[in-house]
């Protein structure tokens, strides 16, 4: 196998799919590559091609993989679940476990729903916040990322009204307005926003640990001010923890920052690697969806049976405060080896190495990165044998199958490359 087999693939793929992927980062078309990577298997901290090559892999499925590629005790816990049926559109007693098992992990959440995405746990999140408000505004932060629904699908628009343009073809003018968008950490914007818009705002949505403009934590006393402005205006605060839940702490960062958000969205980790995602807070504001109440959401495969195994294989390890403790050390230990070559910011187990030196607080100082020397790095290191994430913005996810040596030869490449 070589180049030609992932040539043949890649023109296979544009054929049948649009853009030749599922999903437009895989392209990798960000960090200078004509052709993405077409993943055959993976084992811990690896992953093989089908072209044939084993790289050292820091992007593991984008986060949830906290034990590594093919990790044996999620495999079995998937096994023994499908030899007992693989979907059955009804109610199992996994999912009441997972369900038990979040609420007694995540400090605001008392009853969940699954769903099968976080776009899809945002977008009913959303729905539910503007029932219990009786509100249609949200507002967000510029660079955070809540799934392509298309009231997320928004940009900062007017100045001073701070009004939503769209940004994506297909979301209308009139949804799009709906949005507030200010800078991410600014209590400032956030409370005029509020001021001028709070009568029928619905909500805040935030990543109280942004991770989609690369891994920003934020500043002493914002996620506090966001919590007083939803109190103040009667809306709901949301918390986006699909990448911070259950990598930054068991509780997430919510557990870990100590402010509690009124409903929380939860996506890869508490799946175990498989396509699951959650939405969850307090019971009564949970008891207004169907058929407890009037706010309809529903799906055919929610709560899936092989999803709520490795779920469940996963999060259970998750109550050993020792896994965490390794999990932070790892982490560290690359952040210390890296920092010498550029800037690096990490909360728990999620990080970004950035072409750059001053720290990033906001969306808007992205302009000080060097975004081409990222990509020089990124396809170096891939010759390497050593696959970052695919963007300046995203972020890297150590695991447990990432031991000393995985760590050290990521640190001596970099240090090559950065050399030169």
């Known amino acids: 196998m070589g180049p030609l087999v992932r040539t043949a693939l890649w023109h296979r793929a544009q054929k049948v799919i649009p853009g030749g992927v599922s999903s437009p980062v895989r392209a990798m078309r960000s960090v200078g590559l004509d052709e993405p990577l077409f993943a055959a298997r993976g084992d811990g901290a690896y992953v093989e091609t ?5 790289l050292l892999d820091w992007v593991q499925s984008w986060g949830p993989l906290v034990f590594g590629h093919a990790d044996p005790e999620t495999v079995e816990a998937v096994r023994e679940a499908a030899l007992d049926g693989t979907s059955f559109g009804a109610s199992t007693e996994r999912e009441v476990e997972l369900a038990e098992e979040i609420a007694d992990a ?6 969940v729903r699954f769903v099968s995405s976080g776009t899809e746990a945002a977008m009913s999140a959303l729905r539910l916040a503007r029932a219990v ?14 799934g392509h629904a298309d009231s997320f699908l928004a940009e900062a628009g007017s100045g001073l009204a701070t009004l939503g343009i769209a940004s994506s073809p297909g979301v209308p003018i009139a949804v799009a307005e709906q949005t507030l968008v200010v800078d991410y950490n600014n209590v400032d914007q956030a409370a005029a926003a509020v001021a ?15 991770g989609n403009m690369g891994c ?7 996620l506090e001010a966001l919590r007083t402005l939803c109190d103040a205006a009667g809306a709901l605060l949301v918390f986006d923890e699909v990448i911070t839940g259950f990598r930054v702490g068991r509780g997430g960062a919510q557990g870990r920052y100590g402010v509690r ?5 939860l996506g890869k980790i508490v799946g175990g690697g498989l396509p699951l995602a959650a939405f969850g807070g ?12 009037d706010v309809y959401q529903a799906g055919t495969l929610s709560g899936n049976p092989l999803a709520t195994a490795a779920g469940l294989s996963v999060l259970r390890r998750l109550r050993d405060p020792s896994v965490y403790d390794e999990l932070e050390r790892r982490a560290a230990r690359l952040e210390a080896g890296l920092a010498p070559f550029g800037l690096v910011q990490r909360v728990g ?3 970004t190495f950035f072409a750059g030196s001053d720290p990033l607080t906001v969306v808007t100082k992205f302009e000080q990165l060097d975004v081409r020397r990222y990509a020089e790095v990124f396809r170096g290191l891939l010759e390497h044998g050593i696959y970052l994430a695919p963007s300046q913005y995203e972020c890297l996810f150590p695991s447990l199958a990432h031991g000393d040596e995985e760590i050290e030869a990521t640190v001596e490449a970099v240090g090559e490359l950065l050399a030169r």
């Open 196 to 210: 001028r818009h709070g009568e029928d705002l619905a909500a805040i949505f935030v990543e109280p640990v942004a």
């Open 282 to 293: 307090r019971a009564e504001l949970m008891s207004r969806l169907a058929p407890a109440g």
């Open 50 to 54: 089908e072209d044939g090559r084993r």
């Open 349 to 351: 187990g999620m990080l």
């Open 261 to 265: 958000p009124d409903l929380t969205i």
């Open 106 to 111: 995540v400090p605001s959440v008392e009853q």
């Open 216 to 222: 920003v934590p934020p500043l002493p006393g914002f």
């Open 133 to 146: 408000t009786r509100r249609s505004r949200v507002l967000k932060f510029a660079g955070c990322y809540h």
